[in-house]
């Protein structure tokens, strides 16, 4: 998949699985984007076709892809290319599919320390949380994360232990199964 993509260099592939929401955080991500390739904009906003404007810039025509609407099998398959995934939402959630999918396939994760975020990823062992708005702090963290192998690779497998630990089919038939017992009592 690397190659379809043209992704040659490991630890330069950013992923996120969203819609493009404020609520999801896609502005956020759009201020990454910015902080990261050094773009000084005052715009409160990035839509989608700015964000296409910036990734036709022939600097950066390699280093930015929008891949549009996928079914859960190419999900996963593009998950195989991450380096890094975000996810940055900003009104709190439930479990977050796409951050278990993430860590589940060993893939460090970048996330807001709001809802069900911040019980899925355990901040410094198995991904790093940050506050809502924290831009700074978020793309500090995905430099370090794009610039460190062993770093990545570490979270990544912590990642990964917890899902299994805490989030697979048995984990689950088993919450669901005690939950049950407790309520028949």
């Known amino acids: 998949m690397r190659q379809v993509l043209s992704i040659s260099m490991p630890g330069n592939t ?21 902080h990261l390739i050094k773009i000084d904009e ?15 810039n022939p600097s950066l025509k390699d280093k930015i ?39 589940s396939t060993e ?29 700074k702090t978020f793309s500090f963290l995905l430099e370090k994360l794009i610039k460190n192998q062993k770093l990545r690779a570490s979270l990544g497998k912590e990642g990964r ?4 630990k805490n989030y697979s089919l048995e984990k689950s038939a088993e919450d669901i199964n005690n939950y049950f017992c407790l309520i028949c009592k």
Request: no cysteine; hydrophobic share 40%; aromatic share 8%.
């Open 14 to 34: 950013i992923q996120t699985i969203k819609e493009k929401t404020k609520s999801k955080g896609f502005r956020s991500v759009s201020d990454y984007i910015k």
């Open 42 to 56: 005052e715009s409160d906003w990035i839509s989608e076709e700015e964000l296409l404007k910036i990734a036709e």
């Open 65 to 103: 892809i929008f891949l549009g609407e996928k079914n859960r099998e190419e999900v996963a398959d593009y998950l195989k290319t991450a380096d890094v995934f975000v996810y940055p939402s900003i009104h709190p959630e439930g479990r977050a599919v796409s951050v278990l999918e993430a860590m």
């Open 107 to 135: 893939v460090p994760v970048v996330v807001t320390d709001i809802g069900g975020l911040r019980e899925i990823v355990t901040d410094g062992f198995s991904g790093y949380l940050v506050e809502v708005d924290d831009t």
């Open 161 to 164: 232990r917890e899902v299994i």
